[in-house]
């Protein structure tokens, strides 16, 4: 019996927006409990479904409930996973390896919440491997946006040498040793199975995750004949100041809610 995306639990979480409901749910993933994030906007209403892909490693990068809440208000029910082995899931962080498919799962638990067709893909950080295998291993997403966003593991590895310990414990070892590890985590090498709009924000001094990333996914989904729209930022690093923070989200969540409008008007 296939339980993925089946709740096991339920509970309310103290929300730090009155207008959104948050609940902390526990679903089945490969036969694991893993925990994730939902928030909802209390009022009655037309709404979209976002799967909100976090960044970081473990317990680094954590989702956050004010963050959820932000995208919320702009007429969204967001679900954020927090991947298996986080905050008491089962499992362990595989960096976008079983665990894309806590992602992918994730899906079945926002369309328990939402009747929608399809549902946006938005991932931050690590989060942007996370996005990009949802998007491939499904076909049910809308849109898709990439903020300072990992396209490649292997570059990841070189790049953070802070991670490299974690990364090769999680990986089995370092880009030389098992360099297939490394591609199967990849989705660039099969980002010609995406089918979604993709919009890729990124500063051009991110000292996380190198533009190199965002200039490399642009180049392969432009190869393929992807629909894909980039909105690189000058001088601006990995963390964008609040004022433009909030800004680019709002920015994004009406480029997410216009691609079916688009798609509707070509009909």
Not at 67 to 82: L, T
Not at 177 to 182: I, L, M, S
Not at 233 to 259: A, E, F, I
Request: proline fraction near 4%; glycine fraction near 10%.
């Amino acid at each position: 019996m296939n339980d993925n995306g089946k709740i096991f639990s339920i509970r309310n979480y103290p929300s730090p927006n009155p207008h959104i409901r948050l609940d902390e749910i526990t679903y089945w993933s490969q036969g694991l409990r893993v925990k994730g994030l939902l928030a909802r906007p209390k009022a009655a209403g037309t709404y979209e479904a976002l799967l909100y892909l976090r960044g970081g490693l473990q317990s680094i990068g954590m989702v956050r409930p004010a963050r959820i809440a932000q995208f919320a208000m702009q007429g969204f029910v967001v679900f954020a996973p927090y991947y298996r082995g986080n905050r008491g899931g089962e499992g362990k962080d595989e960096f976008a390896g079983d665990d894309r498919y806590d992602a992918i799962n994730g899906i079945e638990v926002l369309k328990q919440f939402i009747q929608v067709d399809k549902v946006n893909l938005y991932g931050f950080s690590r989060g942007g491997l996370m996005v990009l295998w949802t998007a491939i291993l499904r076909d049910d997403i809308k849109s898709l946006v990439t903020w300072a966003g990992v396209s490649d593991a292997t570059a990841t590895y070189w790049e953070r040498v802070d991670m490299r310990r974690g990364l090769k414990r999680i990986v089995g070892g370092t880009p030389n040793k098992v360099p297939e590890n490394y591609d199967d985590r990849t989705p660039l090498l099969e980002i010609e199975k995406l089918q979604t709009p993709v919009l890729i924000i990124h500063g051009t001094e991110d000292q996380h995750v190198d533009i190199e990333h965002a200039y490399k996914l642009e180049q392969y989904l432009k190869k393929e004949g992807k629909s894909v729209e980039t909105w690189f930022s000058s001088g601006l690093k990995h963390h964008y100041p609040p004022n433009l923070n909030r800004d680019t989200v709002k920015n994004l969540c009406d480029w997410m809610k216009r691609q079916e409008s688009k798609k509707s008007g070509q009909n």
